[in-house]
Each structure stands twice: as C-alpha cells, then as structure tokens.
C-alpha cells in the first residue's frame, strides 16, 4: 500500500540476452515523530526511487539496484540485491543484499545514518517475510506463521532504536567554559 506509482523508464534485451529494466517508483515514506520536530512541515512525504535491474537467465540470477532521488541530504539509500541459484542446495534461491546509507545533515549525520539503518534492517525483515508468504502461496502451501506475529518485534525494537537515536540528537545546552 505504500507504493504509489511504478513506471517503466527503459527496458532493453541485450545481445548477451540479459533484460535491463530502469523504473521509477514513488512510495509514502513517513518521517519519524521525533524526526518531525527537525524539519518542515511542507516536506514531501512521497520519495522517488529509482532501481535498475538486470535477469541474467544464462547464470540464473536478478541483480537490483535500487536508489532514492529525493531527501538525499537528509539521508541517501543505496541498496544493491542479487538473488541466484544456490550450488550447494538445488532449487533454493540465495539472496545477497548490500545498502549503503549516508546523510549530510551537519551534527545529525550519525544518528540519522544510524536510524536509516535500523529502518532499514526492520523494512528488510518485513519485505522478506512478505517475498516468503506470496512465494508459498505460489506454491500453494499455506504458511506455517502470520506474518504480523514475526514483524511487531522487530517494529517495536526499531521504535527502541529510534527513541535512544533521537535522545542522542536532541540539541544540548550549549557548555560554557571559564
């Protein structure tokens, strides 16, 4: 539901018959209450996202790279996946997932980078259990757990992680010294 539109920018088959695929997606991204107090009220609270992809069927793998375009200053996501065939365990999937997050808000950068990457880490969760559920629904199997019984910790740690975080960033009273 937090996907508002998704348009294909470029799609190409190369000689190499590998499928390029550029699009652009645009998702509600909510700031944190306490990050609410720091930034304005008419602050866009969509984001565009870009994300390149490219299906190799000669090695059987699906590379994405994904990146936002907007709030890059407050903070800049990079994520990189590739899903390929697994060699040890036949017809199982390995999934490799890098991101890099940084921020360029002078004084803030540390604890925003910090706050992206336990939203991250709790986003990621969510989307995995999400591709787990569609995937054996596929299959036709019905899960053997709720998907809202294993996010809510993870929510609740990442709320945890964002309170000690903001804490942190909250403007200290200047020291003076005689």
């Not at 299959?139 to 053997?144: D, K, R």
Request: contains cysteine; glycine residues 4%.
């Amino acid at each position: 539901t937090h996907v508002l539109t998704e348009d294909v920018v470029y799609r190409e088959v190369t000689t190499d018959h590998q499928l390029l695929s550029r699009r652009l997606l645009m998702k509600t991204n909510r700031l944190p209450r306490w990050a609410e107090r720091y930034f304005p009220g008419g602050m866009s609270r969509c984001v565009y996202i870009m994300e390149d992809s490219i299906v190799d069927p000669i090695n059987r793998s699906l590379t994405t790279y994904t990146w936002n375009l907007n709030h890059t200053t407050l903070m800049s996501v990079e994520e990189r996946c590739v899903f390929q065939d697994s060699a040890e365990q036949p017809a199982t999937t390995q999934l490799k997932r890098e991101a890099w997050i940084s921020s360029s808000i002078f004084g803030f950068s540390k604890p925003i980078q910090e706050f992206g990457l336990a939203r991250f880490k709790s986003n990621q969760l969510k989307a995995m259990k999400g591709l787990e559920y569609a995937l054996s629904n596929l299959q036709g199997e019905t899960p053997h757990w709720l998907l809202r019984d294993t996010v809510k910790p993870a929510s609740e740690k990442t709320k945890e992680a964002a309170k000690t975080l903001a804490s942190a960033a909250a403007p200290q009273k200047p020291r003076q010294y005689v």
